[in-house]
């Protein structure tokens, strides 16, 4: 398995109090990317990082901001958690190949729920 | 732009009975596809993927899966069902180049003793 933690694995917070989530890779891979899973919906890309310090948006990406300082790290923050935000979020990890495709490996999942 | 659509929700079937979960995608240009599974309170991993070439690709537990590009479709396909592939199934497609995946909405695969 690849080397992808997530924390906390639970969490349970108010509407309006700032969520940090963590995800730490112990693969050096220079793509990490942040998903939430809601029912019916699938896996929706909220925003992705290619490199320290560079990140972009992804299709649900309003409320959330990223930051990543360490190759290993990348944060995903909800300044003020709303309930539409209860979701289970999944960090991912690739590295582009030669073909150029990214195969992504994914962590275990944070489930968030905003009251 | 591109898009995924599993077209059933939710598929049960007898153990030991063969399963097909649809899958058909849209984009403007050649596209990598991959099929994930879901276990319970579990992440996402890879099934099986398409990158080129032939066109039956074989993947992990028994699984295969078709491409047709004239039907735009990548079916996912095991002939004899267990009790542990219950879980669920998510299509998704990348374009070259692209930095994310495109994921459908998943099926859920339900295996009937």
């Known amino acids: 398995d690849a080397g992808i933690t997530q924390s906390p694995r639970h969490k349970v917070t108010e509407t309006g109090t700032p969520v940090t989530l963590r995800c730490h890779q112990t693969e050096n891979h220079r793509y990490m990317y942040w998903y939430r899973q809601d029912p019916g919906h699938g896996l929706r890309l909220i925003h992705y990082?290619?490199?320290?310090?560079?990140?972009d948006k992804g299709e649900v990406s309003d409320g959330y901001s990223v930051s990543r300082s360490k190759t290993e790290d990348f944060l995903l923050t909800l300044e003020s958690a709303t309930s539409s935000q209860t979701s289970v979020y999944f960090c991912a990890i690739s590295e582009r190949q030669s073909m150029g495709y990214n195969e992504q490996f994914f962590g275990p999942g944070t489930r968030l729920t905003v009251l | 732009a591109q898009s995924v659509t599993q077209l059933d929700s939710q598929v049960p079937v007898f153990e030991e009975a063969p399963v097909e979960l649809r899958c058909n995608y849209s984009?403007?240009?050649?596209?990598?596809l991959f099929w994930y599974v879901q276990y319970p309170n579990q992440g996402l991993q890879l099934l099986l993927k398409y990158l080129s070439g032939s066109t039956l690709v074989k993947g992990i537990n028994g699984f295969e899966a078709e491409f047709n590009k004239s039907q735009t479709s990548f079916h996912l396909r095991k002939p004899s069902v267990h009790i542990s592939d219950t879980a669920e199934y998510f299509c998704?497609?990348?374009?070259?180049?692209?930095?994310?995946?495109?994921f459908g909405k998943g099926t859920h695969l339900i295996i009937q003793p």
């Open positions: 990082s290619y490199g320290v310090k560079d990140t």
């Open positions: 984009s403007s240009v050649s596209v990598y």
């Open positions: 998704a497609v990348s374009d070259r180049g692209a930095d994310g995946l495109t």
